[in-house]
């Protein structure tokens, strides 16, 4: 026993000693495992509606559009690097962009690992619980992240303004006009990325209203230029045609899920993560006993992730929202459970067992590494499969039906952007007028003002269900649709477009 005891030992002072090594490695399988994700399913409609409203941009046309074309129900953050790319690497902007959204979901698990450390005092046991946690869990939030759903992006960045105030409290950075300008830039990224920020925003302004540590004159200045940034982005963004109609006015006018879905919703997210919810109420019991005291730092956080946790709960009430907007808010709390964590282990854990459990700990995470890595290297075969396949399909479409407009779904745009077809209505976008728009589509339909359509036939079906959440009125979508339409029989066809290409009777 003693002799597994040393050993365990042995090896977790090995790994105390090469720490950065081991982050780096355990960042890296996270990262890898994020970008096979990604590239594997592809962009879906969180980031191929930024692509389409990009290229549009670049073919002289608007960002948004109040009816049937494909537009982010989001500010035009991504949009807006969507057309740098494009102009640069046109023909792998989706994969470019994939590269970067897991690398920003990479870096912000890093800023978290770093909090947690901080807060904790146990920079080792963050690395853990962090990846561990953050690796097995939250699942839904991964989804959309690595298919660049900006959440990340908005709390990274707000984690750098954080660091700058924190400079400018400890008298380590001089509050000047250097300052005012860094912290406008990354406000001003931050807010015309999504509209979460403005939870952002509220909390560092109730921080700053309250905070001790800040001369007046530092924070007005800071507040000052916050502030500034919010209303550069609001003129930026509202200037671009429908963008209020778009960003502001459809999702407010989504009504609310009933009580029982949002139970279940929750009540599932609870269960597929609930070690860390369980370690989450430890830290507001502690914290409420003041058995746990945290820092400025801390606290400046702690406001954050409430506002920001609080705006994506609610978003998750909403038709349209999920999973992804809970984890999206409730990750952000990650360091506090790691500080709870430490707590329990330090508290209720004598020497000896602590040196178990901390061997434990490290071989999981040793083992996690490992595991999301092979997965990662397993699934490599698929995503060149499928980027290949998305290939054929292009070149199918463009010798087929040349520079037809073709009805589509959010979810293949690339398919037919890297053709020679034009894309025409997205059956999937979040139009000014949900009533609207299904009528257009019924008419579209009706009418057969699209030829084809590249479209999933159970998704009519499942769209026809969803429209009674938005209004009383039952459209037969499907119906018209299996009357005026009738799938494409064509033996050359890649195996991946049957059941998904129809042309009008």
Not at 346 to 357: D, H
Not at 368 to 377: D, K, W
Not at 465 to 490: I, W
């Amino acid at each position: 026993m003693k002799k597994i005891e040393k050993l365990i030992a042995d090896i977790s002072n090995f790994i105390d000693e090469h720490y950065t090594v081991l982050t780096v490695v355990a960042l890296f399988c996270y990262f890898f495992s994020s970008l096979i994700a990604g590239l594997l399913k592809g962009g879906r409609w969180d980031l191929y509606q930024n692509i389409a409203m990009a290229d549009r941009y670049l073919d002289g046309q608007g960002f948004y559009y109040s009816s049937t074309e494909a537009s982010s129900p989001y500010f035009p953050g991504v949009a807006f690097l969507s057309v740098f790319i494009g102009k640069f690497f046109y023909p792998w902007r989706d994969y470019i962009l994939l590269v970067i959204a897991s690398l920003v979901g990479t870096m912000f698990l890093y800023a978290l690992i770093k909090l947690g450390g901080k807060f904790s005092g146990n920079k080792s046991l963050s690395l853990i619980v962090t990846i561990i946690l953050a690796s097995t869990g939250f699942g839904s939030y991964k989804s959309y992240m690595n298919e660049f759903k900006a959440d990340s992006l908005v709390l990274l960045l707000g984690i750098f303004i954080v660091l700058v105030i924190e400079k400018v409290e400890r008298k380590e950075w001089k509050c000047g006009i250097k300052v005012f300008l860094l912290l406008f830039c990354l406000g001003f990224l931050m807010d015309v990325t999504k509209q979460q920020a403005l939870y952002v925003d509220i909390a560092l302004g109730i921080y700053l209203l309250f905070t001790k540590r800040l001369a007046l004159k530092e924070k007005t200045g800071i507040l000052g230029s916050l502030i500034l940034a919010g209303i550069a982005d609001i003129v930026v963004v509202f200037r671009i045609p429908n963008a209020e109609i778009q960003t502001v006015k459809n999702l407010r006018d989504m009504p609310f899920w009933d009580i029982k879905s949002i139970i279940v919703q929750m009540g599932t997210d609870f269960k597929e993560n609930i070690l860390y919810f369980l370690f989450l109420f430890l830290f507001v019991y502690l914290y409420a006993r003041k058995k746990i005291v945290i820092d400025d730092l801390g606290k400046k956080w702690l406001l954050i992730s409430l506002a920001f946790g609080a705006g994506q709960i609610i978003g998750g009430w909403k038709t349209g929202g999920n999973a992804g907007n809970y984890e999206a808010g409730m990750i952000s709390f990650l360091p506090f459970v790691v500080t709870a964590a430490n707590y329990f282990y330090q508290e209720y854990f004598v020497e000896e067992k602590k040196m178990i459990i901390k061997g434990v700990l490290n071989y999981a995470l040793c083992a996690c590494c490992f595991v999301i890595f092979a997965v990662g290297v397993l699934r490599l075969g698929s995503v060149i499969s499928k980027i290949q396949t998305d290939g054929e399909i292009s070149e199918y479409l463009s010798q087929k039906f040349g520079d037809e407009t073709i009805m589509y779904y959010s979810d293949q745009y690339m398919q037919i952007a890297r053709s020679t077809v034009r894309p025409g209505m997205d059956i999937y976008t979040v139009p000014s007028n949900m009533k609207e728009y299904m009528h257009t589509r019924e008419e579209y339909l009706k009418n057969q003002t699209y030829k084809y359509l590249y479209v999933n036939a159970e998704y009519f079906k499942s769209s026809d269900d969803n429209s009674m959440a938005y209004f009383a009125e039952k459209v037969d979508t499907y119906g018209m649709f299996t009357r005026y339409y009738e799938e494409v029989d064509d033996p050359d066809m890649p195996e991946s477009l049957k059941g998904q290409l129809f042309v009008a009777k």
